[in-house]
């Protein structure tokens, strides 16, 4: 019986450089240190490897624009998106909140390995570092593949300040979720609700982000 030769990570798709810039070379750390230690470890699997820029590492790139002041990232995983946000972005204050502790010695790790200055790690859920004073509000949080909105809202939106931001990368059905969430949208009083698509400037898939500010 042949052995089955294990898929490649994929090579670095040229726009990569112009997304991340002069912090490109960090980029590149990261990505090939998920590529090498994050199948062992369980933050993803084999089959990422292949799209692991284009699919992972640049969908999460993409948000950073869009960031300012102290943002929290809800269910790190990986550090996708908020190890490569904060790569992308050192103006900008990053705590990466997750609750398994093999993520979170993880993160903590290419933190340090990275000298990553604007990046903590809380391990902990949403659910209860929001009021418990281990973390003071936040102007924005992000989550990717987390959960759908209606049970994703719930979690974030009592993470940020009164004017604050949601800033949650979702699928290719965010409208939809958007739709069946509007009970949960009112309870935690969210204006300003739209589907952001970015991505097709930079001739990649479009990553959909759904923006929302928290009203007091």
């Given amino acids: 019986m042949s052995e089955v030769t294990p898929p490649l990570p994929e090579v670095e798709p040229p726009v990569a450089g112009a997304l991340f810039g002069d912090r ?8 090939a240190s998920l590529a090498t230690h994050g199948e062992t470890l369980g933050l993803i699997g084999p089959r990422e490897l292949p799209q692991l820029w284009s699919r992972h590492i640049l969908n999460s790139a993409l948000v950073a624009p869009l960031l ?3 943002v929290g990232d809800v269910g790190s995983g990986a550090g996708l998106p908020g190890l490569v946000l904060a790569i992308a ?4 204050e990053f ?7 093999r993520r979170t010695d993880w993160l903590q790790s290419e933190v340090d390995r990275m000298e990553l200055a604007n990046v903590s790690v809380l391990r902990g859920r949403a659910e209860d570092i929001a009021g418990s004073g281990a973390l003071r509000p936040l102007d924005q949080v992000t989550a990717r593949a987390v959960s759908a909105l209606r049970t994703l809202i719930p979690l974030t939106a009592p993470l940020v300040r009164s004017g604050g931001q949601l800033v949650l ?12 969430a509007q009970k949960v949208i009112r309870r935690h009083r969210l204006q300003q609700v739209e589907v952001l698509e970015l991505g097709a400037e930079h001739g990649l ?6 923006r929302a500010v928290v009203d007091p």
């Fill in 24 to 31: 490109i070379e960090l980029a590149r750390s990261y990505a």
């Fill in 68 to 70: 300012a002041g102290r």
């Fill in 89 to 92: 972005r050192p103006d900008v």
């Fill in 95 to 101: 705590t990466l909140i997750e609750p398994m502790e």
């Fill in 169 to 180: 990368l979702k699928g290719t059905r965010a409208a939809d979720e958007i739709a069946a």
């Fill in 205 to 210: 898939d479009v990553t959909r982000v759904v």
